[in-house]
């Protein structure tokens, strides 16, 4: 029985922590629907989310669509198939890229601001001071960061395709060779309204993960410094291992046959 004890904690371990998750996800997407909404607070916070993670998005996604675009060069040119570029460009970059990318990048910069922020508020006893005046840090603390987050990076992402697109084209005719009008009308024949939604639907749910593991860790946190420190690791940690993992769920609910 020694043997299985570690195994059996492990277990219940991770029970635990699904079901904290649970509850707390349950509780802020209660409080995100229902009355009173601080929309100054929202408004900051579609500021903080979206706009000023503009630069490292689009750094992000206009050299990954010219990698990507001389990746593709170099491999279907073994099989004289390189009017496939652009296909492979516009159809990575809206499908997979686009949104799996903003949404690391933003957990990577949102995800750990939002623990750090909240996680201070709890080891400082503002959290509890907010409870103390009739404020219910659900509605104004994480209410306001998992609408802003599910609205914000939709758009990002739609700003992401459009500059890596635009990267790969650049490669493609100023380095590569290609005719302009012909790479562009191959990107618009080949791209369907399904590659654009599965992708929109795909950073919905990532901005709603990344905001939602930011607040849960600050809200959690403990221990001062330390854990503050813990809790933004573990915010950016979680964040991008759920990305990855609903991104093949969502994918698997669009384009499984």
């Known amino acids: 029985m020694p043997v299985f004890a570690p195994i059996g904690r492990a277990v219940l371990t ?5 079901g904290r998750i649970a509850l707390f996800t349950t509780g802020s997407v209660g409080h995100g629907l229902t009355p009173p909404f601080y929309l100054r607070l929202i408004l900051r916070q579609m500021i903080d989310i ?67 922020e909240i996680g201070t508020m709890r080891v400082t006893e503002q959290i509890d001071a907010l409870t103390t005046l009739s404020t219910n840090p659900f509605k104004y603390l994480v209410a306001p960061r998992l609408i802003a987050g599910t609205l914000m990076l939709p758009l990002l992402v739609v ?18 060779g290609f005719n302009p009008t012909t790479y562009l009308r191959n990107t618009l024949d080949f791209l369907e309204t399904l590659d654009v939604v599965s992708g929109l639907v795909k950073a919905g749910v990532f901005g709603f993960i990344v905001t939602l593991m930011g607040c849960y860790h600050g809200y959690r946190s403990k221990g001062g410094a330390q ?5 933004t690791t573990n915010a ?17 609910l669009f384009f499984s046959q």
């Open 159 to 176: 700003v992401a395709d459009i500059i890596g697109v635009f990267g790969g084209y650049m490669v493609s005719v100023y380095k590569l």
């Open 14 to 18: 991770l029970l635990a922590v699904a």
């Open 227 to 231: 854990g503050v420190g813990a809790a």
């Open 236 to 252: 950016v940690v979680s964040a991008s291992v759920l990305i990855l993992l609903f991104n093949y769920i969502v994918t698997t």
């Open 50 to 116: 979206g706009f000023y993670s503009l630069p490292v998005v689009g750094l992000t996604a206009i050299f990954t669509g010219m990698v990507l675009a001389l990746q593709s060069f170099t491999g279907f040119s073994r099989f004289s198939a390189e009017s496939a570029v652009p296909n492979i460009v516009v159809l990575s970059m809206t499908r997979e890229l686009g949104p799996v990318l903003a949404g690391l990048m933003v957990a990577g910069r949102v995800g750990a601001a939002i623990a750090a």
